[in-house]
């Protein structure tokens, strides 16, 4: 655990001193990415479930015609990659993204619906993290943003 270091002081906290608590408590499943030769965690995502409000114009983005407000989710709530790692391999984050995914699809067709992969883009941090998502497919929630200043929430659409 102690090869991983990444730029912002509270995500390695959380790995070292909160990840295995909260999956204990039944809170988040964390998940390692590990490099195959060294055992290094190269990256690591956290994921809860979630639901999120969508604006009337929001659901019909996505042709949901539903009397609901809150449609189910499972959110990235912290998601971290090695700046070790970062230089010897590219989009880390994304293919951790891409596992997140797999495995919302994994869950509706197993266990329980999940529509929407979202996040909290932390933008308190890096402000450019929002590129990121976005160049991964996810967009603004227009009606959960406007609440925090430190992140922006956004989904992805599992099935697009």
Not at 65 to 75: G, R, V
Not at 79 to 90: C, F
């Given at each position: 655990m102690d090869s991983f270091s990444c730029f912002v002081t509270e995500y390695n906290d959380y790995l070292f001193?909160?990840?295995?608590?909260?999956?204990?408590?039944h809170i988040a499943l964390t998940w390692l990415l590990r490099e195959r030769t060294t055992g290094n965690i190269a990256a690591y995502m956290s994921l809860i479930a979630d639901a999120i409000?969508?604006?009337?114009?929001?659901?019909?983005?996505?042709n949901l015609?539903?009397?609901?407000?809150?449609?189910?989710?499972?959110?990235i709530a912290k998601?971290?990659?090695?700046?070790?790692?970062?230089?010897?391999?590219?989009k880390?984050?994304?293919y951790?993204?891409?596992k997140a995914l797999a495995l919302a699809r994994i869950c509706?067709?197993?266990l329980f619906a999940c529509r929407f992969l979202t996040v909290d883009?932390?933008?308190?941090?890096?402000?450019?993290?929002?590129?990121?998502?976005?160049?991964?497919?996810?967009?603004?929630?227009?009606e959960m943003n406007g609440k925090r200043n430190k992140t922006i929430s956004m989904r992805k659409d599992v099935f697009v």
């Open positions: 001193d909160d990840a295995l608590r909260s999956q204990n408590d409000k969508l604006s009337v114009s929001e659901k019909e983005t996505h015609n539903y009397p609901f407000k809150t449609i189910p989710a499972m959110k998601l971290a990659v090695s700046y070790s790692e970062q230089g010897k391999y590219k880390l984050g994304t951790m993204i891409n509706n067709r197993q883009a932390d933008i308190e941090h890096n402000e450019s993290v929002i590129e990121f998502y976005q160049k991964n497919g996810f967009v603004p929630n227009s």
